[in-house]
């Protein structure tokens, strides 16, 4: 389609917003279709943005699609976000919200070529679980604490065993807790 090249060659969608937690630019959903709505009515095409709720096995997640058209040719481009009900500070609603946003701007990235390589949002900004400093930690110590997580099955007995480690030793140790914490959290 001849018609969309243009728009993907004429469309400028800057990163015009800012995230003052993580210090970066970056460009919304709405943004890219502010600087789209005038080369549309230019070019004589129209984009319409549907979503989609779906899962795989226990994973729930928005799939957007956009489709642009000049009546004549379709063109269309997806995208998925995954949608965590249990998201700090959000409802249910806002969490779904959100999903669909990050989705559909992904779906209009593709569509659109609109690259995101650097921003910060196309990254898994997850931080790495910190790893104990063992050196402080005798082997034998260390080992017996390895031993015993492997045989915890539940939170409460997890945290109970937290609370025997003696403190100056905590936090060296905490992310082999925290990696038996998302054990537990899966498995539940």
């Not at 729930?60 to 699609?65: G, N, S």
């Not at 269309?76 to 995954?82: F, I, M």
């Given at each position: 389609?001849?018609?969309?090249?243009?728009?993907?060659?004429?469309?400028?969608?800057p990163k015009n917003q800012y995230n003052s937690f993580g210090k970066y630019k970056y460009r919304s959903c709405e943004d890219i279709l502010e600087a789209l709505k005038p080369l549309l009515l230019i070019h004589g095409c129209t984009v319409v943005i549907q979503d989609?709720?779906?899962?795989?096995?226990?994973?729930?997640?928005?799939?957007?699609?956009a489709t642009i058209t000049d009546g004549e040719t379709i063109m269309?481009?997806?995208?998925?976000?995954?949608i965590n009900p249990n998201k700090k500070g959000m409802d249910i609603s806002q969490s779904f919200g959100s999903s669909s946003s990050y989705a559909r701007k992904y779906a209009l990235n593709g569509l659109f070529l609109i690259d995101d390589t650097t921003e910060l949002d196309s990254k898994d900004n997850t931080q790495e679980p910190s790893k104990p400093n063992i050196q402080t930690i005798p082997n034998e110590?260390?080992?017996?604490?390895?031993?015993n997580l492997a045989g915890i099955e539940d939170m409460e007995s997890l945290?109970?065993?937290?609370?025997?480690?003696?403190?100056?030793?905590?936090?060296?140790?905490?992310?082999?807790?925290t990696g038996k914490k998302i054990q537990l959290q899966k498995a539940s």
């Open positions: 389609m001849e018609k969309l090249i243009k728009i993907q060659n004429e469309l400028k969608a989609e709720v779906k899962s795989v096995g226990e994973m729930v997640f928005v799939e957007a699609k269309h481009a997806t995208a998925q976000a995954g110590e260390l080992k017996e604490i390895t031993d945290n109970n065993y937290f609370k025997t480690i003696p403190n100056p030793n905590r936090p060296q140790i905490k992310s082999l807790f």
